[in-house]
């Protein structure tokens, strides 16, 4: 029997989750849920339906894991905990300081009600804290870099657009080439906020708007951009739409670690990620995980969890004895 | 309590596992076991005793976990079945092909004596697994490249230097830059064995050998060489010992993947070891599954596991809230 899913909200995540949940063989999507009117939801897969999030309970029984799409900033500390009462659950909640209060809270309702509430899974948080986490365990004696990009910083981007005069605008964080490379060699570099990331903003200027002003409020805007090296372009509508509709992102986590009696060995553990669509890629990760959460729940596990306590063969499709053949 | 580690076989493995050992605050070694006459074996820690391998049974309630550093060929084979009815064993098992035969020996000797027995550790069998597992559990519908190297192969090195006229050699596996930037740039590319990597020879000929036919014997060398490109040097021993006593080595693991309605989002995932010390990296990994070895004991699980079946919490020293406050 197929494992029967849930996508609760129907944005970017919800609709990645549908394509994702299409590609796995071993999964069905049993409804979409949304605060929305449904009338208004057209989802991509037929037959499937939209329903009112306000009728969930009824489907208590019909769905083995609800994806919940939502957003970190109100969405999910809310719901995350409500729906672990009538459902296993799993969310991309990355917040990261509000992590041990999102956990205790998932946990205490997903103990209550007897399911499993997996939290923060994605890439980061999600595989780039597995990367830290392997790399900890393996080189105690160590250093960790973390760099995002290129890719798009949804809250840099809302910060320019809220400046006097800017109707649009898109903000990509880079890593500073030098940088990876100083790491990668491992020379062990002390790296400022500045040395780590360049940030480039493409906006679109009302008309008549004083450009000079902006870029300058820009670049001295304190906690977004002013620890940082900032590029600003102004562009026009047409070239904002045709090349900056994109949600490509990154990143990369290394480890520089030493051993040796005299500490004498070097090792560098470096994990990349190259992504057309943080959405999609996010959703994979999110689906994979619903799989080890439906198999930790019929183990009889109960409660909030990580991708720090799962194990890897939990998310496969395959046998033991099929992964120890042709992937161990 | 510290958790006490017992080391079988004191060469690259067993030393480097003594100082991985060291480096991990809450470990203890309790013994180095040796085929060899212990009065003849000096290893770096002091106090603790070397012992010969025939009085491990006495050992049995003192260790809480034994590490194995024997070859694959011929020692783990026996040793790691046999020794999982005395204690929780781990081992480096890193003959591909053999793993489900050698999980299904250890697995039924440490179900029998109720222990922990842990296979295939290091990083290929190991994290290089573990990073082939979770990408394509994450995008199923992709295309996986592994490269090894810039590293010594011993195997090759063997074929070397079993040539008449050769004194002594080492070859190097050299991934080759041109295939690792298509597979970064997602050209998806089909590589053959000769794309991938490049062999490169060391060679210290015997005092009037015929070079021209040991270089010409080397390339040739069905298997080994016949399908790549070899570089050959000839070099004296003095510049052998100087430059090529090195244990370096390193890889890469990449999958490539597609997400999307039409598949049109492209994602690579790329994952690099770059090593000063094999032995002591891979000892590095041991340790931090001999943790978890002791722990899934401790929990009451039996049997054989590979890294597949370790939870990444297991690893760590830190508690769970730990793990979510500073690295998730």
Same mark, same amino acid.
């Given at each position: ?39 208004? &939801? ?24 609800? @994806? ?21 659950? @799993?969310?991309?909640?990355?917040? =990261?300081?509000?992590?041990?209060? =999102? ?15 997996? @939290?923060? &899974? ?29 890719? &798009?910083?949804?809250? =840099? ?42 940030? #480039?903003? %493409? ?35 047409? #070239? ?28 560098? @553990?470096?994990?990349? !990620? ?6 999609? %890629? ?43 053949? =042709? !992937?161990?």
């Amino acid at each position: 029997m197929k494992t029967r899913i849930g996508i609760l909200g129907y944005g970017n995540l919800g609709r990645g989750t549908e394509i994702a949940v299409a590609a796995a063989e071993d999964m069905e999507l049993a409804a979409v849920f949304t605060r929305r009117d449904p009338a208004g &939801v057209k989802i991509i897969t037929e037959g499937v339906p939209v329903v009112s999030v306000n009728e969930i309970e009824q489907w208590k029984d019909k769905i083995d894991v609800l @994806i919940l799409c939502g957003g970190s900033a109100t969405d999910l500390p809310v719901q995350t905990p409500r729906y672990a009462a009538l459902f296993n659950v @799993i969310d991309s909640f990355d917040t =990261h300081a509000r992590i041990p209060e =999102h956990f205790a809270n998932v946990d205490a309702a997903a103990k209550a009600s007897g399911h499993i509430g997996m @939290i923060s &899974v994605g890439w980061d948080p999600g595989l780039f804290s597995l990367n830290r986490v392997y790399a900890n365990a393996i080189l105690p004696d160590g250093k960790d870099y973390t760099f995002w990009g290129k890719g &798009v910083s949804q809250g =840099h981007s809302d910060a320019v657009r809220r400046i006097d005069g800017v109707k649009n605008a898109k903000q990509y964080t880079i890593p500073v080439e030098a940088a990876l490379e100083a790491v990668r060699s491992g020379e062990d570099p002390e790296l400022s906020t500045r040395d780590k990331h360049l940030r #480039e903003c %493409f906006v679109v200027a009302e008309e008549g708007a004083d450009k000079a002003r902006i870029e300058k409020e820009i670049k001295e805007m304190p906690n977004y951009f002013a620890d940082y090296n900032t590029i600003v372009h102004f562009i026009d509508e047409d #070239e904002f739409k045709k090349n900056h509709s994109g949600m490509a992102h990154g990143g990369f986590v290394f480890r520089s670690g030493k051993t040796g009696v005299n500490k004498e060995n070097k090792h560098i @553990i470096e994990y990349r !990620l190259t992504l057309d669509s943080n959405p999609e %890629f996010t959703t994979s990760v999110l689906v994979a995980y619903a799989r080890a959460a439906k198999r930790m729940y019929d183990e009889g596990q109960r409660g909030c969890k990580t991708v720090l306590d799962v194990p890897p063969a939990y998310l496969c499709t395959q046998s033991g004895d099929e992964l120890r053949a =042709h !992937l161990l």
